[in-house]
């Protein structure tokens, strides 16, 4: 046995050391939490891809410069008559007529040639209806719409992390209060123990106050299970390993003032990111309405190219003909009917735009509603706190006077029994309280996108 006691003793010293536990607070779980969740990473991403897109679209006012090259080889094989020459094919076509007496000519066609012409052309936009500048506009909307819903989603995994945090101060708080019930209840099996030794109890009582005892104990264990399971969430949502030990600081969030509705209101429409991701979303949209509206104006473009020939395929200089060409080319187009593509396309935009108009409609009535409801919380929270405040004062009272009777002969087992039960109960409805009070503060932070611990 002692053989056994040393070997788990060594094994529980060495588990300390090699799984210490980390004293965090809410802040650093929140740091951590945006450094390593992959959905912030996702909307980053995203936010990269806008920012592309917008790289994209500034290339409208940038001009092109190609470079072409095409060679080709051509090879004729065959005989040839005065007929072929005076179709001027170089086939016969058909019979033709030869007079009596011509001279006339035959023989056998054997040419290869080669061909090759390299190019090289800058071209410049001068104007497209004002389509580029548009599009520019639209894109940079856009990256901004891409930031407010990466912000937004920041948001929501600081509510999650705070919640995560709340959740497991609120699961130890409740094995503490556990484990003072488990206390009380061997406490008071000692005293038991000792009145029934005298004969003063019977053994019913005795064995009574030992099924609570068994029955709290029980709930130590949940209340243990529950809190690991707590604490591994709070790792989930902050990307922290499982094996990890963390030791919890207290939180006690900041307080926000809802005295005037009208001002969180005015804060709320300004400051959510979503609201503002649906107002550069609009004006993206308004944009590339307009940007769709400049096909309606003729396009007016320069081009300057250089062009030059050659015999093989290597480009050497033709011994005859053409050696280069250089052109500079203006052109100007406008189309005036293609099938009212155009014009379906701004519609298209059109509709999309006033679509997202009633979105945001939707949205802001919703997150009204959410405030109003944040509010209500808070309030119910916080007159609940105070009300189980007194109650585990007057448990703890309670509980003092019948044990004191207890001891005296003046109260009964079941009566101390019941008043530990008060007072547990009590106690955790105050911390239910508690901990509901800190949900709701980090809920209504959340509404009005607030980022105070």
């Given at each position: 046995m002692k053989r056994i006691a040393t070997v788990l003793l060594i094994a529980l010293v060495m588990g300390a050391f090699l799984s210490p536990c980390w004293g965090i607070s809410l802040e650093e779980c929140i740091k951590i939490a945006i450094k390593n969740r992959d959905i912030i990473k996702k909307y980053e991403y995203q936010v990269k891809a806008a920012k592309e897109k917008e790289r994209a679209a500034l290339g409208g006012f940038l001009p092109t410069f190609d470079l072409e090259y095409s060679a080709s080889r051509n090879r004729i094989r065959g005989s040839y008559g005065n007929s072929d020459y005076q179709n001027g094919t170089g086939l016969t076509r058909g019979?033709?007529?030869?007079?009596?007496?011509?001279?006339?000519?035959?023989?056998d066609l054997?040419?290869?040639?080669?061909?090759?012409?390299?190019s090289?052309?800058?071209?410049?936009?001068?104007?497209?209806?004002?389509?580029?500048?548009?599009?520019?506009?639209?894109?940079?909307?856009?990256?901004?719409?891409?930031?407010?819903?990466?912000?937004?989603?920041?948001?929501?995994?600081?509510?999650?992390?705070?919640?995560?945090?709340?959740?497991?101060?609120?699961?130890?708080?409740?094995?503490?209060?556990?484990?003072?019930?488990?206390?009380?209840?061997?406490?008071?099996?000692?005293?038991?123990?000792?009145?029934?030794?005298?004969?003063?109890?019977t053994k019913r009582q005795l064995l009574k106050v030992e099924v609570e005892l068994d029955s709290a104990r029980q709930d130590l264990l949940t209340a243990n299970t529950n809190f690991t399971k707590a604490l591994d969430h709070l790792k989930r949502v902050t990307g922290i390993p499982y094996s990890t030990g963390l030791e919890l600081d207290k939180v006690s969030l900041r307080e926000v003032n809802v005295a005037d509705f009208g001002r969180l209101k005015k804060e709320l429409m300004e400051r959510r990111s979503e609201i503002r991701y649906y107002r550069m979303l609009i004006s993206s949209l308004e944009e590339q309405k307009k940007a769709s509206e400049a096909n309606y104006y003729p396009n007016i473009g320069v081009s300057l190219s250089y062009t030059k020939f050659g015999d093989d395929f290597d480009m050497k200089t033709k011994d005859d003909g053409i050696d280069y060409e250089t052109l500079f080319m203006m052109t100007a187009?406008?189309?005036?009917?293609?099938?009212?593509?155009?014009?379906?396309?701004?519609?298209?935009?059109?509709y999309k735009k006033i679509a997202t108009e009633r979105e945001l409609r939707e949205l802001e009535n919703e997150l009204v509603l959410q405030l109003r409801n944040s509010i209500d919380n808070l309030i119910v929270a916080k007159n609940r706190l105070k009300v189980a405040e007194s109650a585990v004062k007057e448990g703890k009272e309670h509980y003092r006077i019948t044990y004191e009777s207890f001891k005296n002969g003046l109260a009964t087992t079941t009566d101390l029994l019941d008043a530990r039960y008060f007072l547990t109960r009590s106690e955790n409805q105050k911390v239910d309280a508690f901990y509901d009070v800190q949900s709701a503060i980090a809920r209504l932070q959340r509404v009005l996108e607030i980022d105070t611990y």
């Open positions: 019979r033709s007529y030869v007079p009596t007496g011509a001279l006339t000519f035959s023989g054997n040419d290869t040639r080669s061909y090759s012409t390299f090289a052309t800058l071209a410049y936009n001068l104007f497209r209806g004002f389509g580029d500048y548009r599009a520019l506009k639209a894109a940079r909307y856009s990256t901004s719409a891409q930031n407010y819903l990466l912000s937004a989603q920041i948001a929501d995994v600081v509510l999650d992390v705070k919640n995560a945090y709340i959740e497991a101060l609120r699961a130890k708080s409740l094995v503490n209060v556990a484990k003072a019930a488990v206390k009380l209840l061997k406490k008071q099996k000692a005293d038991t123990e000792t009145k029934r030794e005298v004969g003063l109890i187009r406008w189309n005036l009917f293609n099938g009212l593509r155009d014009y379906a396309g701004v519609k298209e935009t059109l």
